[in-house]
Structure formats: C-alpha cells, structure tokens
C-alpha cells in the first residue's frame, strides 16, 4: 500500500500530507545568501579574569570530555561522562558551526518546555540530558565548577549576536520525511563508501594510542558511531529524523549545510543502518515523554501511540504517524507538541 493510500485510509487531507513526503532522490538546498550573518565570538577577547577563566575551563570541557570528566579523568570522582565522545563530536568546532548543532543562541531559550521531561527544564538539565544520552553517562552536579563553566562557555557562545538580530542556524536543517521507509541495507552501502574511511567499516571509530590520547586529551581522531563508547540508545542521535539532518547538513565531516554531500534519501538510509547497530542501553525509557501525545514519530521505544509498529516509528514513514498524530491529538496537546519542538533540531517547525 502506498503512502497516499495509507493517509486516505485515516482518512485526513490527503493531498496536504503527501506533499510534505519526497521522493528519496530529493535536493533540499539552502540559499545561504538569505540567510542573516552567523557571529562567532572570539573566544581568544575573553578578559584575564575569574570569569574569562571560567568560559576558557568551559571550552575546554566542551572538547576534551572524555579526558576531563569522562572515563580518563585521572581523578576518578570525575568520571561522569561514560564514553569516548567529547561535546564537539556533535555540537562541532566546539559548538560553533552554524547547523552543525552549534549553542550559539541555546544560552537564551532555557529555562524551556520539554516534551521528554513533560515539564519546563533548566540549561543544567539539558546539558545532564546530553551527559547521561549522548555521553551515557550520570549527571554533573549542578554546583560543580564543571557545570558552572560549561555554561559560562554556552553564555559567552551566545555573546557576539547582535540584539535583536534574528539568530537562524540552530540545530540542523529540515529535511522533508521520505515517502518511503528507510533502508538499512542501503545504508550499508552508503556508510562503507562515505563514512567508513573515517568511522571505520566497524563503526568503532580510530582510537589514539593511549600517549597520545594523553598528550590530545582525546581518546578518538575519528569517533565511534556505535559499540560501547558511543552515544545510547536513548540519546537523540539515536533517533533517525534528528540524526538524518544532522549527518546530511555535516557528514562527512567537512562538509556543510551549504553544500550536502548525500542524497536526503541517503542520509535517512545511513543513519538507519546506524542506528540499528549495538549501543549503549539506558534503562526507564518508559518514563521519557509522560505524556506521549508530545512523543517525537522517530522515537521507536515503548509506549507508542497510535495503530502504528514499533518498525515504522523507528524506520518510518513517518508521515503518517505525524498525520495521524495531528488529526487525533486534542487541541491544547498540539500547542504544547509546537512549543516541545525544542527537541526538533531546527528552527521551523515539524
Ligand atoms: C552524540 C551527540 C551529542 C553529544 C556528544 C552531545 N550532544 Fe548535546 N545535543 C545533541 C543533539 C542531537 C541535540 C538536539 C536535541 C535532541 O533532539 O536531543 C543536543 C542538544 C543539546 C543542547 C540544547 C540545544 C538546543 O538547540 O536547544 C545543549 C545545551 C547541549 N546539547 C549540550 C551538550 C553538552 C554540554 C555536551 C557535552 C557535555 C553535549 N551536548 C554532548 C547531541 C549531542
Ligand atoms: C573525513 C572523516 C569523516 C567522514 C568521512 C565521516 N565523518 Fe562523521 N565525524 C568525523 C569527525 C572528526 C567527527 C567528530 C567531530 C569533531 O570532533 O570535530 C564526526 C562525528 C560524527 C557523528 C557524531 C559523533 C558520533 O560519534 O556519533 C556522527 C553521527 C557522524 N559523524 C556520522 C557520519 C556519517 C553517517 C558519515 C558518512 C555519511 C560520516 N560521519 C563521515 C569524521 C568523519
């Protein structure tokens, strides 16, 4: 049965729904040209002072994760990140790369609504949702120096926009949803030619030596995207909406959002193949989204609404699980589902 079949068969605009699907041959570019500027702050303008030496402790922390308070923390009180990741294997050069999920403008969005927590979280909590997803680990102390400096680091981020100039770059691009499912198998094509040269055909990455982990306060060149010292199954790259527009606006790594290597169908095949491999596991996943109406389409874990298999929230289509969503969910859960988009990587809507 088609996409359009499947939609008529709930019986909602049909004709609305199918044309937010493409094709998996799709182009989406970006007119960078009408995009406002991207400001970077120079971290290297930072007085000489208590704070400036909080935002330079706070950088460091953001890049060499791992050394400082992952697993080779050499005091072993400070291992609180549980992998071989640093912040900027993801938020990149050290989370200012416009789409490349950079914080620049993150700093004044918290205290913000969250759908995984049901309720409104602090930056504290949203930096200990990345420590204990994406680093699998536990969380920083809220009165920690390292807690402290990771946001005075976010804040200074954020310090070189203009006021009032609009702030557009967040997150990663919107992709439109395939009209089709995606496919592993295809994706382990896609992966062995585009990414494997630098993650390995085994996905684990290439780990330095343990010298010269210790003289890079790195333990990866390039980073595992699967097996033990990657991020859990729980982090929101695990789910392939958000890590689809990640890799395609950044992958491989350097590229950017203006000039996409991969086909957007591509990138939903890669990501799948991915994600479907061992990682980490976080226990009481049941608990995120108490209220599932707000429960992203990709989140493929239990409980999940709607007549749909776990197979389609995790392969998808996703059309129209979020068709299906918008049709029946009451009204005051669709203003609440628009405000959590905090968890949709981009700056419009999905
Ligand atoms: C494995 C990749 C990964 C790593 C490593 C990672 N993050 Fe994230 N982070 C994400 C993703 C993906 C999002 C987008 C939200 C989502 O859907 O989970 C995010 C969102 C955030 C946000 C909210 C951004 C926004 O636009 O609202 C903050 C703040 C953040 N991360 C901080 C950190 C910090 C600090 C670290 C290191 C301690 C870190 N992250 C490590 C993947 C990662
Ligand atoms: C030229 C080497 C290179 C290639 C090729 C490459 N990457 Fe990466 N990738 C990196 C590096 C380096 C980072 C970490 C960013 C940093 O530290 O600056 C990264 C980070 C990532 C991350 C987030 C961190 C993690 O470990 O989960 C994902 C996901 C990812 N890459 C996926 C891909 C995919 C999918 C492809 C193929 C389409 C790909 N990469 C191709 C070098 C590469």
Known sequence: MGQCEQLLVVAIAATLLCSEAAPASAQVTIDTAALPPWHVPDIGTVADDAEGSTIRYGQRLF??????????????????AGNGLDCKSCHLDAGTQRFGLPLIGVWERFPAFSARLGTVETMTERINDCMQRSLNGRALPSDSNEMQALQAYIRFLGSGQPKGEPIVGRGAPRLPLLNRAADPVHGARVYQMNCAPCHQADGTGVRYSPEDAQVKAQRYLFPPLWGADSYNDAAGMARNITAAWFVRANMPRGITFAYPQLEVGDAYDVVAYINEQPRPHKSGLEHDYPDVWLKPADAAYPPLLGPFPAEQHELGPWAPIEAWLRHNMPQERSDLRAAGDVEALADTKR
């Open 63 to 80: 890049e060499h994760t791992s050394a400082l308070i992952g697993p080779d923390a050499t005091d072993p009180g400070k291992r609180y």
